[in-house]
């Protein structure tokens, strides 16, 4: 139980334009989703949580209007790196939790190469 | 406020010895404490947590952790290594499960 999907899996795309992530939980509803942001060689960097239905919750000195997310229902989060420049080339990983767990379920992540 | 130390950046052992993986965590509130594994370009995995039950937290491929709230510690054991252990190696503490700390991780390499 407590899986977590993304899709892509790896997106590589030319610089302006914009990319959209999803992750998905497959088997169970998570109240409150998470985006983390990892270079290589490095640990995770939290961008932003959202609440279903709710303005995401971003990190200070992440760009709200450069990384959108949306997490429209209890099994969808999405984010979306619009006009895409080569810096933001990065693994990008979701996770979700629920009330029920004291702890976050982690999907496998995107790779995201902007040419 | 809470907060995650690795003390080892890079270990290497050979295959076959054990390992030890350093972490010390603060936390304000009793918290959880998690270790998670990473390979090349993929996803977390988690190994074992521990949520205030037994102190001795068993996890999977042979791992374990034992929580020491004396020490603050949190370390990750294995008897003995197998080269698919090599991976980096994250410990987080959480209060709640909706903020994670990250360690900065830890790079394990195992010699054949």
């Known amino acids: 139980g407590a899986v977590v999907s993304q899709h892509p899996s790896w997106v590589i795309c030319k610089s302006g334009t914009s990319v959209k992530i999803e992750c998905r939980s497959l088997d169970f509803q998570a109240t409150t989703m998470f985006w983390y942001r990892q270079f290589p060689k490095q640990s995770l960097m939290l961008m932003a949580t959202?609440?279903?239905?709710?303005?995401?919750?971003?990190e200070q000195g992440v760009e709200k209007d450069k990384f959108l997310i949306n997490h429209a229902s209890l099994t969808l989060s999405t984010l979306t790196v619009t006009s895409a420049h080569p810096e933001d080339s990065s693994f990008y990983i979701c996770?979700?939790?629920?009330?029920?767990?004291?702890?976050?379920?982690f999907g496998p992540g995107t790779r995201l190469t902007v040419l | 406020a809470q907060s995650v130390t690795q003390l080892d950046s890079h270990v290497s052992v050979s295959e076959g010895t054990p390992v030890l993986l350093r972490c010390n965590y603060s936390?304000?509130?009793?918290?959880?404490l998690f270790w998670y594994v990473q390979h090349p370009n993929k996803g977390l995995q988690l190994l074992l947590k521990y949520t205030s039950a037994a102190t001795l937290v068993k996890g999977i491929n042979g791992f374990e952790a034992e929580f020491k709230k004396s020490e603050t510690s949190f370390h990750l054991t294995k008897p003995s290594a197998h080269m698919s252990d090599a991976a980096e190696y994250f410990c987080v503490v959480s209060a709640t499960g909706n903020q994670f700390y990250f360690g900065t991780g830890t790079s394990l390499t195992v010699i054949p």
């Open positions: 936390s304000s509130y009793s918290p959880s």
């Open positions: 996770s979700a939790s629920t009330y029920q767990h004291n702890e976050q379920f």
């Open positions: 959202s609440n279903e239905g709710s303005k995401a919750t971003y």
